[in-house]
């Protein structure tokens, strides 16, 4: 399975953007790399996916660089309510990739 | 669309009692999901069914079992709780089940074992 690392936890304050980084070393050719929120007490819920180079939607900007060994989830001009736990995944494209693994994520916590 | 529904929401269990948890999706989707989440912790992977007919472990599965019951239900069952299954159990399905498709959660059922 391509494992992901990313930082345990970050601190920022309102109106700053937000760049989290993910490491894949060992990404397969054919995975995706995929981002998702939680909010205490909920399920995670997606908000952004790429391949390569740079996507952007009304959320969140995702940054992959060419080797793809990484990636960077960017929040722009953050609020209170982006206080959340980030999670980085890569598809187990060896294998099907329908064993889904979570990491512990990163705790997001903004501060006024 | 209610997506997927679990139920229910709040459990307490005694310890060496059994239960099931619920899980039902109507996005028609063909894999689904079982995970736990403990206090401070991610997701740990409890069983999936990557499509109707076929169950397969995850990275926790001693403890729990499962049945695919249809294409939109899959259920969670503790035959004898014990303390260490307190959690927060979240279901999640995704279409055909490949891990570049995204995954739809539940709101989750929380779980005490006294």
């Known amino acids: 399975l391509a494992k992901t690392t990313q930082p345990i936890s970050m601190d920022s304050y309102e109106g700053q953007e937000v760049n989290i980084t993910c490491s894949h070393n060992n990404i397969a050719t054919n995975d995706y790399i995929t981002w998702y929120q939680q909010f205490p007490s909920q399920g995670p819920r997606f908000i952004i996916q790429g391949y390569k180079t740079k996507v952007t939607n009304e959320v969140a900007s995702l940054f992959i660089p060419a080797d793809r060994k990484s990636s960077t989830l960017s929040l722009p001009r953050v609020s209170l309510s982006d206080t959340a736990v980030y999670y980085c995944l890569v598809g187990d494209g060896n294998t099907g990739g329908f064993k889904t693994i979570f990491g512990a994520g990163t705790r997001l916590f903004v501060k006024a | 669309n209610a997506g997927v529904t679990q139920t229910p929401k709040f459990q307490v269990l005694k310890t060496g009692q059994s239960m099931t948890l619920q899980c039902a999706q109507d996005m028609n989707h063909n894999s689904m999901y079982w995970y736990r989440q403990d206090p401070g912790m991610g997701l740990r992977l409890i069983y999936y069914?990557?499509?109707?007919?076929?169950?397969d472990k995850g990275e926790v599965p001693n403890g729990y079992n499962v049945s695919r019951l249809n294409k939109r239900e899959f259920s969670l069952r503790l035959e004898s709780a014990a303390p260490s299954q307190t959690s927060v159990y979240f279901c999640?399905?995704?279409?055909?089940?490949?891990?570049?498709?995204?995954?739809?959660f539940g709101s989750g059922t929380q779980l005490s074992v006294l």
């Open positions: 999640a399905s995704r279409n055909t089940g490949t891990s570049n498709e995204k995954l739809f």
């Open positions: 069914s990557a499509s109707e007919g076929t169950t």
